[in-house]
């Protein structure tokens, strides 16, 4: 059975307490339950929050031994962090980036990932079903799937 | 039961055909009879494809009477049609993009879409999964589901 | 008595439809009764829509032996069309674009007209008003006014 | 009956002496004779010009209480006056802009004005008569018309 | 006997009609004739003209079963249409483009070309020459000349 | 005692006038006396306001000779009046920049300061409270201390 | 009593040790104890410093639950901390952002403040004083001043 | 005799007080006198100094009528002052721009002069002297020479 | 008979030594003479190579005098040399710029020529058979042809 | 003997193991290895890596107590971590920043160092070899050589 | 008697024989002429002219030991000749640059000036009586003069 | 034994006169002999300067055929010849670019290198010492180091 880690980045912890006309008004332990239920028979699935870059980082490392495939929503780290970025790059599990709401319909600097070059994809907008997507499609990718 | 239409833009009748190895092998009938199977029961989905701006805005214009819901992938229109920007903006019904390859992996001007600050979501380079997820998060939407 | 072409671009055919807070909710059918009853006795009036550039493109190509002069709404066409703007380049007869709200105080992409350099004068953001604006221009250019 | 104020900005002064091959032969005062005859018996309009930034906004304070609209051509001080800007938003009269020549086909830095986005409304390019059609334009949302 | 297709893009159907001094006083019917002549015995050659975007898709898709070569005018599309770009991307066979005036000494939005990095080559401001020129390169890469 | 003085710009005779959402409704004659009030015994203070950047560099001038240090709020000046810097430039009084709104959370164009290299420092967002904060900085450097 | 929190970011431990001719030769210990001394009897006041984004983020969180306001000096993060920026906007207590130099006068990309957007207002430039005005104010927004 | 005028713009009036390491410590009236010496029997030369840029725009506007020739050295409004641009464009009197220190080895703002386009010539970082040249270089082009 | 001249600039007395993917494996030598075959008897057809920006210069100069035409392959001086710019507009006589390879799909610094403004035209991406095409049309032009 | 510290940024731990093809296949532990064998009698040397841009803070300011200089690859924290750069800046020790690869043959985001202007010197593209270089050249600086 | 060098670049050789309409028809051997008779008993003055920035950089190296004041025209090399610059920064000696024509009034990439920040100043759009003016501030100069 | 090739471009034949400061006082030949005695019997070297980009490129050329290896400080040329770097594209030998002075710290034009993308490495700031490390690093190259 696949092992999947999700990431959520930065102020990800506030996720149901922080503006919730934009990120709704669960929280991240809700969320990481409910996913937990979807996915119940089908996989492991993982989870692991923080708001230390370094932290993340030491993380994804551990997912080139530990993990089948990754989840990460980086938070603000998607718009500066050329350390995840680089970090990402040295695994070779697929990774999916996911963000909730739509950074497109947001501040100008949302609109730019320096994170989606190096992913395989991404997922943008689609509130919490985002990360349920994201994990049906690393399961797809990792059954050999088109 | 929920009506879908998945539009697809200039150049993607060449699916298959035209540059496998950034598109796979799948054409366009078999992407749109694979999806139909997978939602058999589920909902209704429709199909169109153009090369023709003008006919595609046409075609979202039908939306707001005709269907509950819009997939599109724009194709090059992505990056420059504001008119088709328009067209989405001027219907009410929940829309989606989706993109096969990962643009922001590609050239430059593939990274921005004009498109994406008035669809509620974006699923870029997950292949021809991505389709299908779109219509599941739309299905979501529709459903009332967060 | 002068004959004038009056063209609507993208989505115009949604007017009264679509986003009534900018565009209110008359729409294109009862704009142009308006403008007909306006200038009945004063001159010709005809009436051209089209989501599509390239007609709208041919129907410049008429105005130079058709008509004396042209009010052009592109909508979204105006910020990326530089196929319409040779069009209007190419024929002689004056032109006036036309757009009904103010688009310098919406997105920043509405701020710049590729047509703008090639027309007589522009009449923004005076709402359907300015339609009957730019044809009181053309007669007056037409009548020989400075 | 209403009362309208029409301001001319630096160098309007001299009208009718300055490039004609741009501004046309006609002198400010008779452009200024020639708008009272027209609108006669529909409304009152006084003039205004100043080659000064702080008289011009003084003047546009006055409208607040002493006009029921205001039509301005802020010359050169379009591009650049903030402090204009910030006057006619501190305004709640209908303002329009006026800009004898087609500023779009001149110099690249005629193509922006920081006035716009506060203004009910532009005319660009249509001569002399864009004071008339403004003051029209004024008279017709003052009216109520749409 | 190679087959060749020659497409010219919007506005040039006014060729010889439209701006004189930038694009001479022959017309679309007698280029299109001469360069029948000169190459009569070498090679077949059609024509296509159209302001529509989808339209010249279309015919470019063709390309890819019923010719053995392109040329391109693309007009204005040269400098916007990313969806004729990856029209051509998505054909084999060799194209070239052309433009009848030095494109670099006029407007600076003309100096760009989507096209370009995706053709074989550029024909620029050598008159309704560059067709026959362009011809001619065909020809020879078709014959396997260096 | 130290004698200050404070300088209103363009637009702000308008405060308590104008957008109170944005300035509140405390006016410039209020602000002042106020102001006086809070600091009776500690300084003298005296006030100017004007709409023409002229006059305003003509007071900045007399600071030199006249006043200890200067309080300036330069309106929108403060975002292209080139003159104004080098007029704070050319004396050698503290000088503090105050802005009542938190102009980084406004329009682009304000979060620029031509002003900002040349005064000793910026006081911006907290509302009128700011005026009062620029003074007590400015005594306390005119104190010596740190 | 209101209970207040100041945080200093990267590199602010070293002041007093650092560039003196930029920063003075203060130590952060003395800074502190200095604010403590002089308001005494009217707010409770904590200090934080720290090198990592991370734990200044989880410090900011707590902000919600166990201060009133927040006075911030983020040093260099001040220009690319996106992170910092988003839990700031995640409490709802107010914030004032404080620069002990006029950023304004050094390196270009000290100018631009990623956070000062979010914060009810900035203070910069005005030495070690500036955090003293920053909770002089903090004091008057808590009790309802203007 | 030839009659000149010679325009200093804002805070020269200030020149031999502020900033001597720039500007020197000549005063503009200990100047004046120098130029009136150096040319006391070959023209006659006025002088004006203004902070204002409307009586300096007015004063140009004199010029046609007045006098045969101007130098201007415009401080500041050099940078952005399209007004005094606009003035200078609209009197036909051979003008010379002058600045008395090499703006283009000081702050980057003030390399870019809006004003050089419409004027004769500029003379660059050549001191006090500066004025002189301009003023021969006046003389030699009403005398006809090349 | 005509006497046309062919410029080879820095680095293409390495051709068929460089980069033969980009270039070919035909040497400079190989190339000059096979031109001279193709044109034997209708043009005199001589040829210059420098790496030295000063010696093209200076050859430019003497086609005013000694030649019909110019052919150029400026190399990467097409990029940055505006002295070659200006050399070429200082002759009257026709000159066409041709690049070997598609400049256009290579680095960006090679989309862009200071030359193309100046020459009559251009021939990109070829490959040598440019050279004939450009030869061609120099005395198509100079036989007076279209 | 002189005490030198070697730091590796965020995913330099990964070294021989990520992208072999960029950056070898010998591991961070071999390489220090082999660099404290080179050195071994002529200085002391001390190795630290991190992920966490904090712990590199704090480490670099270890320096000015514990250490004569400093060699640094910051890893991807080179192109955007300010606070590092603030760290070296607040140091006195002589710092050389080193890249493995050659960063101006790659991403253009790897092309800028905001790190480079407060270093003495950059290494960059020289392979491991590039920290041996680095403290070479910390040795002459420290032992007082050119 | 003090020595002066004048330097003109790249085509000023063809001055008088190209673009009269922007350089006049005096050739470059009038010119020297002419300025020789201007300061016959003033000063000596020898002339140089080359088409090679090598040489330029060369002579100016020259002007350190030889000349007591360098006048220099650099031609195109005034916008992009890093090289020259480093020359005349690498000169003690008096240095003034002079364009004959106005080139803030011709294209853009002319108004660009990499030598002007190195030398003491600038005489620009004066016709051929530049260099005579750029003389006698020389002679100014070097004779103490302000 | 490997034979390298050590080439100074323009103006680094006035090291030791120009600038010291910046480049220090050692001459060029007092450098090379200096670095010939470092690496006497380890390598032959040989030594190159000129202030002529078209002599520096024809001595690239050499180098495939004579040397082994290749170290350049190209000066100025650094920023904009980009001739120089299509030279040393063209040859097969390392080479590796020295800066004495730390260009990062300096003017903003000399961060950027064209040259830095097609050479093996950079050492740039340390010095006079740049030009041994550089060799050091050859010899490691040629000898199969990593």
Known sequence: M??????????????GKREPHIYGSTTLEELE?????VFNNQCIIE???SNHEGFI?????DVEELYDGLVINPGALTHYSLSLRDAISSISKPTIEVHISNVHAREEFRHKSVIAPVVKGQIVGLGLKGYELA????????GGEN
């Open 47 to 49: 989870f692991y929050q």
């Open 2 to 15: 696949y092992k999947l880690l999700v990431i959520n980045g930065p102020n990800l912890n506030r996720l």
């Open 33 to 37: 339950q409910r996913i937990k239920n």
């Open 57 to 61: 980082i030491d993380k994804i490392h």
């Open 135 to 142: 994990i049906t499609s690393l399961l797809s990718v990792l």
